[in-house]
């Protein structure tokens, strides 16, 4: 099977990884940085401009969700694929979008629902029936407690914790480590413990 991933950068090596423990034997990137030869191992063989002409299973390897956002809207869905490490547990309910990644070490319980395009990190969680909107990412090592929603392209980072039944809405960014406990209704930048607005 061959991969086409849109981003070479350590983001988008990872998700090589991940393509390869999913049967991808054929894996190539495309960069919109013309000096790139290469990610990793795997060859970098044109720009962004070259997706239309690309007929196998594609992602996008971006971490800016913006970015990510832009890019997959001109693909089909038809050739979208969703990657999920081997060594995440994922309960068998859970729905996982079209272009979202799932990292080593994850667990995503019953009831989950991970929109499109979401980025899922290396041993976070998400508890029961929470609803991860499109584009969202859960960095490294952060926990969502139960019936958590979050609004699309917020960015929870690393080591963040979000307590139950809490929403947060979209285009936001937790800073690494803030706990949330309370509902958060403005887009900005949250940090701290408890989490509170910065800008």
Known sequence: MKLTII?????GRVI???A????YDEIEFLDDNKK????GKYPVVGTSEKVKDVQND???????????????????????ATLIHPNAVIAEDVVIGKGSVVMAGTVINP???????????????????????????VSVGAHLCGTVTVGESTW?????????????????????????????????TYV????????
């Not at 594609?58 to 979208?80: F, H, P, T, W, Y």
């Not at 701290?192 to 800008?199: E, L, Q």
Request: net charge neutral.
């Open 7 to 11: 981003g070479a950068s350590g983001h």
């Open 16 to 18: 090589a990884d991940i």
């Open 20 to 23: 390869r423990l999913n049967g």
């Open 36 to 39: 790139l030869k290469f990610c």
């Open 58 to 80: 594609m992602i996008v390897g971006i971490g800016n969700a913006k970015i990510r956002q832009r890019v997959m809207e001109r693909l089909s869905d038809k050739r979208l």
């Open 111 to 137: 009831g989950a629902i991970i929109g499109n395009g979401c980025i899922v990190n290396t041993c976070s969680s998400i508890d029961h029936d929470c609803d991860v909107n499109d584009f969202v990412h």
């Open 156 to 188: 929870i980072g690393a080591g963040a914790t979000i307590l139950n039944n809490i929403t947060i809405c979209g285009n936001c960014m937790i800073g690494a480590g803030a706990v949330v406990v309370k509902n958060i209704e403005e887009e900005g």
């Open 192 to 199: 701290g413990v408890p989490a509170r607005v910065i800008y």
